[in-house]
């Protein structure tokens, strides 16, 4: 197997956060069928074993590129400007206040049941969640400007998170109603 610089040639696809989901599928089978370890039973120990290794690379390239969040992050670090997330969790003020609305919302729907208000939290979510990934992809795809990207990025974070409890009380509130 050739020598690939980072998760994007490896699939033989553009550097780009904009990803055809179904082309990095293809590009995914495409490598396993050239390194799944299966391939190397009758190999040698170090055959295998480097077999292995490239399946596991292309398995964690495929995590990466599939996730809007990683791949964006990844996007930004390749280009010299890390995410630091942990260090890093100043917003936006108006972002902030969105986020504390919406915790109230979730809060206060959690405490008298409301599945339609319930429901419409999980729209306006998703809203800003699509309208981040279209910035997102402005930033890195057009723009190039990987700094404001970071900040797409920590903010989709936050979003995610939120968005991960609210399907968890859907998903308890769907449960609750049958």
């Not at 919302?105 to 306006?124: I, K, Q």
């Not at 402005?138 to 190039?144: E, K, S, T």
Request: glycine fraction near 2%; hydrophobic fraction near 45%.
């Amino acid at each position: 197997m050739p020598i690939h610089d980072d998760h994007f040639s490896l699939f033989d696809l553009p550097a780009r956060f904009a990803l055809d989901q179904a082309a990095l599928e293809d590009a995914y089978k495409r490598v396993q069928s050239q390194v799944h370890p299966d391939r190397f039973a009758s190999a040698t120990a170090a055959e295998r074993r480097v077999a292995m290794q490239w399946a596991a690379r292309a398995n964690e390239a495929l995590q990466t590129l599939r996730s809007p969040v990683r791949r964006a992050a990844y996007l930004c670090e390749k280009n010299g400007v890390p995410i630091d997330a942990e260090s890093n969790t100043a917003m936006p003020g108006s972002f902030l206040a969105h986020q504390m609305q919406w915790r109230e919302e979730l809060d206060d729907v959690c405490a008298t049941p409301n599945g339609e208000r319930l429901h419409a939290l999980g729209e306006d979510v998703a809203s800003v969640r699509a309208k981040t990934l279209e910035q997102l992809e402005a930033a890195l795809d057009v723009a190039h400007d990987f700094r404001s990207a970071a900040g797409l990025v920590r903010r989709l974070m936050f979003i995610e998170r939120f968005n991960d409890e609210l399907s968890s009380r859907l998903a308890a509130d769907a449960t609750r109603a049958t």
